[in-house]
Each structure stands twice: as C-alpha cells, then as structure tokens.
C-alpha cells in the first residue's frame, strides 16, 4: 500500500495557545518582597524568565517570548528550567525554620500545623486561556498553579507544532524523531495536567497503590483541598472544578495514542487488527470525556472519526485474508465505516470517505466477480488497546536557595499584612484569540 493509500488518523491538535504572562522583575517588588533574600528574588526573575509565556502587551498577543524562542525549545532543558521556577515559588508556601521556644508553645505561635502567612504575588499577571481574559496571582499558590498550566500549555502547542511539520512533509519515516519528540512530549504534559489537578486538591484518578510516597501525596492533595488560598482559584476559569485540566489530560494521552496509529498505519507491515483496537481507544477517550463546551463538538468528531477508522482497520484485516469470507467480511466492514464518517466534513475526512469508497468498490467487485459470498452483518467492535501511559511530572521540592539564605532574609511574611499588602486588580477583558483554537493539521 503506498503513502498515498493510507487511511491516516485525523492529527489535529486541541491547543488552547500558549497562556500568556508579563515579564516580572521581583527585584524591584519591593513593597510586595521586602523580606526576601536578594538572591531568591534574582533567581525568580531569572528563572520565570525562561517559562516562554512573555507577552508585554496582551491586546497584542502576536508579539510574545514563545512565536520568538519556539525554535530553539529543548523539552529536557525547558522542564528543567520550570522546575526550577516552581521550586523557588514553592519555597512561599512552606514554614520558614523557627527556634521553638517554651513561650512559643504557650503562646501558641508557628508551629508546624501553623498556616503560611500568605505572600501577594500581583506583580504576576496571567491570561486565562479559557475566558480570555487576565487576572493576577494573589499568593504563592496561584502562581504555583498558574505556572503549571502554563507549562502544560506549551507543551501541547510544541508537540502540535511538530505534528503539523511532520504532517506537511508526509515523510515519516525521515520525521520520526519528530514523532518520538512530540509522544513523549504529550505523555509528559498529561503528567503535567495531572499535577495542576493534584495542586488544586483534585487528582483526575485515583491510585490504589499504598506506598509511603502516594499516600504523602494524598494527605498532600487533602490539605491543600483544605486551603483558602489554593481553593479561591476556582474563580479563574482556567481552574474551575479542574474541568479544562482533566479535558487537557485526556486530549494529550488520546493524541499520543494517534502518533502511534500515525506511525503503525504507515509502516510497510501494518498489524490491521492492532491499528484498529488502538483506533478503538481513542474513540472511547474522546467519548469519556466531559470536556468545557468549547470542545465538545471537536470531541464529538473525533469520537465518530475513530469509530470509523476502527471498523475500515477490521476491514482491511479481512481483506488481507485473500479469501471468499475475508472479501465479503471487508465489504461489510468498509459500509460500518462509511457510514459512520458520512456526516462528518473536512479536508480529512473528505479524503478518508474517498479511500473507504474505492476500496469499498474493489472489495465488492472482487466479491461479486470471484467468491460470490453473502455479505455479513459488521463485526462486534474491537476491544481497545492502550499503548501511551503518562509519565508523571513528579512533586518539586523547595529551591536550595531557601535553606541557604538567612532565616530572617527568608522569612515570606510580609512585613505589616494589614497595611502593605495590595489587593489584586479587577479582572479586565481583553482582545485577542487566544482562546481555544482546533485547528485541523
């Protein structure tokens, strides 16, 4: 079968775009960080700095870090890199070191079941990629958040940014470290969602395994599901209930699963059984999902797309038989197909509809001509196999630099709670699409 023949899965990506931010200089918050090292504020500029989410004007969302720095992006380095700013920002929520004291306790003053007084991070201004609009971070925890969706948000974009090269080329073979590329890209930014919906005190799946470091992580995810300053982000569209963080973490685990449909369909042995059970997979992932409503009639065509490529790929497992049965087998196979994908419209699908009718004539010529069997009912659908697992973006721990600094320099509270710390600004609409966009690769 040649390039050309090739009934491919519909690639097209769902990015929300990249969530954008303004540069920050925590050096000069001073009202805001007046009892932080030096050091660590120099250490979160420079380390924010290299989120790729820069944008100094968001009603001109053309001009950003990302359209700039997007063909230098190393997947390892940037992690890295997020990593480090969210381990520094991590640093504002944790207890400072304190001497206990016998006063202390009779006072009852810090001890380790003591609230973090919370540190305003308003300087840090965020779109909210859901509703278009920006809002900024009131405390240390709404950064931590905001950072991590960020990241998760370029994660999808590059892996779609390679999709669609490796796609316009059509040589896949010669693409497939660009395919590799954006797998594993993709596993890494479900683990990424997935650590968004752990921060917010709502894990989108529950573990069943009894290790001392998930249930750190449980009584983790139920403190934090405890805590005011993490739960005043269900204002934010972004983090409202955890629905586009879930939606997200099935999108990326569904897409990895058609890069690898991609690459097996356009091998020159193709397991048509196994094309079509991986078809099946992502038809029930898209299916599953209770996405934002933006998404939901994208997710509904892909849900009857694969439904249908699962039925062509039984199909062709009949038609490689060379037998009455097989032959006669495909044909019902390829009608199943067609007309699941009959009231679906694009340049794919218009292309796929025009592979199911040729073959569909071959088969039922070859039938008419040579076997003259009964054509059967379709088959039962195929169970469906999964071949993508998230790889877990792990828990980060507090920067060094946090134990390093002096325990005064350290210290995160503001210096008078009541008179210095600034309410955030109203959320503003703005212009811009930087919003949903599905576009068709």
Known sequence: MSLKEV????????????????????????????????AI??????????????????????????????????TDAYFQSAS????????????????????????????????????????????????????????????YAHTLFAIGCVGL??????????????DFEFDEPKLKEAYNLLLRVAGVFDAVLSWLGTASTTSTELSEDSLAQWRAEQTRAGNSDIQSLQRVKDFESGVVSKALNVVALAQAQELVLLRGVTKDVV?????????????????????PAKFASWCAWKHAYYVGLSSYY????????????????????FKSAKEQLANLQNKEVERSKTIIDRDLEIATARNQAVYLEMVPAPCAPLDPVSLVQVQPFHPVKSHTLWSEVSPTHASTAPKTPSSTTPSAPPVQQVDGSSGCACAVM
């Open 7 to 38: 009934l491919r899965p519909a690639c097209d990506g769902l990015s929300l775009g990249i969530k954008f931010t303004k540069p920050v200089n925590f050096s000069v918050e001073k009202t805001l960080f007046a009892n932080v090292a030096p």
């Open 41 to 74: 504020l120099d250490a979160l500029t420079a380390a924010r700095s290299k989120l790729l989410c820069e944008c100094k004007d968001f009603k001109k969302p053309t001009q950003n870090q990302w359209d700039v720095e997007k063909s230098f992006f190393q």
């Open 84 to 143: 480090e700013y969210l381990s520094l920002v991590k640093g504002f929520t944790e207890q400072p070191p304190v001497v206990d004291t016998p006063a202390d306790d009779q006072e009852g003053l810090l001890s380790n079941d003591t609230l973090v007084p919370s540190v305003p991070f308003t300087c840090c201004e965020w779109m909210d990629v859901s509703s278009t609009t920006f809002v900024h971070s009131l405390n240390a925890h709404h950064e």
């Open 157 to 170: 974009q590059r892996a779609n940014d390679l999709t669609q090269v490796m796609l316009r080329s059509r």
């Open 271 to 291: 397991d048509w059984v196994l094309m079509g059970k991986l078809a099946m997979d992502i038809s029930r992932r898209y299916a599953e999902l209770n996405p």
């Open 314 to 333: 039984q199909g062709m497992a009949e038609w490689v038989k060379n037998d009455g049965p097989g032959c006669a087998q495909a044909v019902a196979q």
